[in-house]
C-alpha cells in the first residue's frame, strides 16, 4: 500500500514562498501522475497543480504563474514550489495520485497572513 508524506508547510507572510514535498512509497510513483491538491477550511478539497509520469504539467487559475510542481522518480518524491504566497492559499496540502487514489496522508498546513 503506497503511504504519502507531505511536509514542508508553514506560517508565512504575502508575497513569500514555501516549497513543499512528498516522498512516497512504492514502486507505482514512477508510473502514475501525481497532484498536489489543498483544503481550505469550509472548503472542499482541489486539484491546484499536475504533473505526469512524462514530466508534463497543469495548473488551477488561481495558482498559474506561482507555482511550480516537479517530481524526481528517483527519489519516489513530488515537490511543489510557491512563491507570491496570497492569504487565499492558506490550506492544508496534500499530494496524491490524479486517479485511484492512495489513503491521504496528513497534509502540510500552509499559512499566509501577515
Known amino acids: 500500500q503506497v503511504q504519502l508524506v507531505e511536509s514542508g508547510g508553514g506560517l508565512v507572510q504575502p508575497g513569500g514562498s514555501l516549497r513543499l514535498s512528498c516522498a512516497a512509497s512504492g514502486r507505482i510513483f514512477r508510473t502514475n501522475g501525481m497532484g498536489w491538491y489543498r483544503q481550505a477550511p469550509g472548503k472542499q478539497r482541489e486539484l491546484v497543480a499536475q504533473?505526469?509520469?512524462?514530466?508534463?504539467?497543469n495548473y488551477a487559475d488561481s495558482v498559474k504563474g506561482r507555482f511550480t510542481i516537479s517530481r524526481d522518480n528517483a527519489k519516489n518524491t513530488v515537490y511543489l514550489q510557491m512563491i507570491n504566497l496570497k492569504p487565499e492559499d492558506t490550506a492544508v496540502y496534500y499530494c496524491n495520485f490524479l486517479s485511484n487514489f492512495a489513503s491521504w496522508g496528513q497534509g502540510t498546513q500552509v499559512t499566509v497572513s501577515s
Open positions: 504533473i505526469t509520469r512524462l514530466g508534463n504539467t
